[in-house]
């Protein structure tokens, strides 16, 4: 009877230590769970995976910055490892600085910068790898240009808690039932096997059916747990070498842009501190440059003939000649008519000077007798030598070459002859423009108050650039477009006759306000028009903006942004793909 006793007091206490297993896999469970709803989840945990939308910031920490500003510079520096990756740029437009000397503080040493190839400055001190808040001042010297930064940049401890799951929690938890030399997961593995193991034991042993399946159901929750802590994307232990880490652009959750010195470096973003201006509208026309047909000419024969060279040659494209210098001959050449024609004139006016002569002859000897008066002798004189001239000129025109001289100073630009050629009356034989002297005639499609057109210039290409004065412009439409006349104040050497030119100038009345170049607007995800401001030397803020075009560059900002705003008036279209 005892024995039966015992054995059943001993079956009680194993169904006992069975439902306590079974409590406390239910408990961990619980624990898991709650303890699992406030982890962040990692790459792969995104919107519809079971754990609610991203989180606004997912990347790993940045590296460790000091940033530092002046009146007349930025500076950034990136700690990696032992060295320090200074970034200088002008504070105004976010130039690179790569012309000065650095002399670095970093705790109590002196370190003296070194330029390198990209265009940084780079120190090194083992004060770097120190955790904790080290002081980091730099002197810049820039030709006259003196200024000191100061800033702080904080290293934080290497045994910090890494960004994903923390298993302290876990850890402490699963010590009651594994070593502590187990893995977080391998614990959670371990207990639900056990827990398993009990439900089915319970089953076996005291035919309990409701331990066995609060067995199994624990069991198998606490496997699929530990899975979920590690599954594929999902490690949590150190972070892997290809995640995403602070140091790469990102847009922030207040909207605000961290755009790195190397990513600025990259896609060369340039800014402006706005100010009001005062100025007017800028018209722009296509055009051309033309000769001055007060200081240019062509060369055209007026017979048909055969073109003779001067003595030294024909002169080439390119020589500089003077007004009256000779630049060949064109003999003259008749056809079968022609010369039937001279050689009939010529028969009449031999005769008529043979009839001259004799008549002259006669009225002398009656002069002599006072038959005829010396009135008439003379008129019958004039008659003979008349013709005699009219022969004389007809055969020189026969055989007398026209000689073909510059009309103007200046350089030959065409020379369309050779040595021997036929020309006619229609050819032009040479062109001469002097070069210093040119104009420039434009297009103007709009109707713009071009008669008040001022500081206009023509641009042909990056590097050549004319000042002009306006002149006219023609009063008839052509085609639906009206000419404007230019006068070329200073010819650059690069200019030629025909040369295609871009002309911007100045018209209207005078506004005054923010003006920015049409390349700072962007376009936000909203729909808005947008504008950058840099705020610190990596984060830039976009502003909506209020703006009217001002002209074909431009624009007039209304409201939106502030007199002393530093704007990204260079690369805001690519500030703003950072998403």
Same mark, same amino acid.
Request: glycine fraction near 8%; charge should be neutral; proline fraction near 6%.
């Given at each position: ?29 619980? =624990? ?94 083992? &004060? ?19 200024? /000191? ?36 997961? /391998? ?30 159901? /624990? +069991? ?66 296509? +055009? ?41 001959? &064109? ?15 010529? +028969? ?11 008549? =002259? ?194 624009? /007039? ?5 502030? &007199? +002393? ?15």
């Amino acid at each position: 009877m005892f024995r039966s006793l015992f054995a059943h007091s001993r079956s009680r206490e194993r169904e006992t230590l069975a439902a306590r297993l079974l409590a406390a896999g239910a408990a961990l469970l619980a =624990l898991i769970a709650v303890h699992g709803a406030s982890v962040r989840a990692g790459p792969g945990h995104g919107p519809g995976e079971g754990h609610g939308p991203e989180p606004a910031a997912a990347s790993a920490p940045a590296s460790p910055r000091v940033v530092a500003t002046s009146e007349n510079f930025q500076f950034a520096g990136i700690v990696e490892g032992e060295v320090l990756v200074i970034y200088l740029d002008r504070f105004a437009d976010n130039s690179p600085v790569t012309s000065a000397k650095l002399m670095v503080t970093v705790g109590d040493k002196d370190l003296v910068a070194e330029l390198q190839r990209q265009g940084t400055y780079e120190v090194a001190s083992p &004060v770097l790898k120190q955790p904790g808040v080290h002081e980091v001042v730099v002197n810049v010297v820039d030709g006259q240009l003196t200024d /000191l930064l100061v800033g702080s940049v904080r290293i934080p401890s290497p045994t910090a808690a890494a960004h994903g799951f923390d298993h302290t929690l876990w850890s402490h938890v699963t010590s009651a039932w594994v070593p502590h030399a187990l893995s977080s997961k /391998l614990a959670t593995t371990v207990a639900g096997g056990m827990v398993l193991i009990a439900g089915l034991g319970a089953f076996a042993l005291f035919r309990r059916r409701d331990l066995a399946i609060a067995g199994v159901v /624990l +069991g198998f929750a606490l496997l699929a747990s530990s899975a979920a802590f590690a599954g594929p994307g999902h490690d949590h232990g150190p972070e892997p070498a290809s995640a995403t880490n602070g140091n790469t652009p990102q847009r922030r959750p207040d909207g605000n842009i961290f755009l790195p010195k190397p990513t600025q470096r990259l896609i060369e973003v340039r800014t402006r501190i706005v100010a009001p201006e005062t100025t007017s509208k800028t018209l722009r026309f296509v +055009g051309r440059i033309v000769a001055n047909p007060n200081r240019s000419g062509v060369v055209q024969s007026t017979i048909q003939g055969r073109f003779i060279p001067p003595k030294d040659g024909v002169v080439g494209i390119g020589a500089r000649v003077k007004a009256g210098d000779l630049l060949g001959s &064109v003999a003259p050449s008749f056809i079968a008519k022609d010369a039937s024609d001279m050689a009939q004139t010529l +028969g009449e006016l031999d005769q008529q000077i043979a009839l001259a002569r004799t008549k =002259l002859n006669r009225q002398e000897m009656l002069l002599k007798t006072n038959v005829v008066s010396k009135a008439a002798v003379d008129e019958t004189r004039i008659q003979l030598d008349g013709y005699t001239k009219r022969r004389a000129e007809l055969l020189e025109s026969r055989v007398q070459p026209e000689v073909l001289r510059a009309p103007v100073d200046g350089l030959i630009t065409a020379a369309r002859v050779v040595a021997g050629q036929v020309v006619s009356q229609s050819d032009q034989l040479f062109s001469i423009v002097d070069t210093s002297s040119l104009m420039v005639e434009a297009l103007a499609f709009d109707q713009v108050p071009s008669d008040e057109i001022e500081q206009a210039v023509a641009s042909a290409g990056d590097r050549v650039t004319t000042r002009l004065r306006f002149l006219g412009r023609s009063r008839a439409l052509q085609q639906q477009y009206t000419v404007l006349k230019f006068e070329v104040l200073d010819p650059n050497p690069a200019l030629n006759v025909g040369t295609s030119v871009t002309i911007a100038g100045r018209s209207g009345e005078a506004v005054t306000g923010i003006v920015l170049p049409r390349a700072a607007l962007a376009q936000a995800p909203n729909g808005q028009m947008v504008v950058f401001s840099q705020k610190e030397p990596e984060v830039f803020e976009p502003k909506a903006i209020r703006f009217e075009p001002f002209d074909a560059q431009s624009i /007039l900002v209304h409201a939106g942004i502030a &007199v +002393g705003d530093k704007v990204v008036v260079q690369g805001a279209p690519l500030v703003n793909q950072v998403r």
